[in-house]
């Protein structure tokens, strides 16, 4: 970085940060939100799913849903070590958070953070056995992709680095959801596939976040998002119809 040119101005022109002392209060607030609502989501999606491991169709479905617990914990606890650079308490951090706390299923539609922690909204609600919980990993497995593609641009290069490593693995996840559904569609009920479809699809929708410009346009100045929420969410969209369209199954029409 140029002597002569302030950490905004270069973050702004597309550099990148290596070191916690060298990023200003603000992206440093901005990113430690970035971290914590991984983390967060990372660990209540987990935790959400151990109930679920025994309700597998088989002790192969079981295997891979325990080893889906095992790898999203260890993938929180790799962004968790990059927090622990700027004074997380990473020993303590899981202690403080009721990880399987959720709303009533039927609860409405809420953008809004748990009260508890900075999981992202999609994790308020609650798993209702073996098909639904296929249906709504592929359907956040994809949104995930989707998701790491931006964040592994982060300008913070450590984390950058730490999601890239994070993307195969949750790419592997989706991949095994998928492959789940297209054995339910063959065996299963469709109505009920399409029900808990269209239960899960809004509110993955709104795990991208609102469009608020202002904000996009702030993270974006220090290199922290290079893709708007609106544009994200777009993409998903497209890629999970065509998906659904493939297995045979319908997803909601455009609002």
Known sequence: MNDEMSIESYLAAGGVLSNPSN????????LMTIMASFVDSALAGAAGFVDIINEGPGIKSRMAAARIVLEKTANADRVLQVMGDFGAN?????????????????????????????????????????????????LMGRAVAVQLAELSMISYQP???????????????ARLA???????????????????IHYWWPRVAISF????????????????????NSDLRTRWQSEMRGILRELGLDAPEPA
């Open 23 to 30: 990023v200003p209060p603000r992206y440093r607030a901005e």
């Open 209 to 228: 976040g609102t469009d608020a410009s202002d904000k996009f346009v702030t993270l974006s100045a220090l290199g922290l998002r290079h893709r708007s």
């Open 90 to 138: 990473t020993e303590r951090y899981v202690d403080h958070h009721p990880w399987t706390a959720r709303l009533d299923r039927d609860a409405g539609l809420d953008q809004s953070r748990s009260k508890h922690d900075r999981r992202l909204a999609v994790f308020n609600y609650p798993l209702e056995g073996w098909a639904d919980a296929v249906v709504m990993n592929l």
């Open 159 to 173: 984390l950058a680095e730490a999601f890239r490593s994070i993307q195969p693995v949750e790419a592997h996840h």
């Open 178 to 196: 998928h492959e789940g559904l297209a054995r339910l569609v063959q065996e299963g009920d469709i109505s009920m596939l399409t029900e808990s």
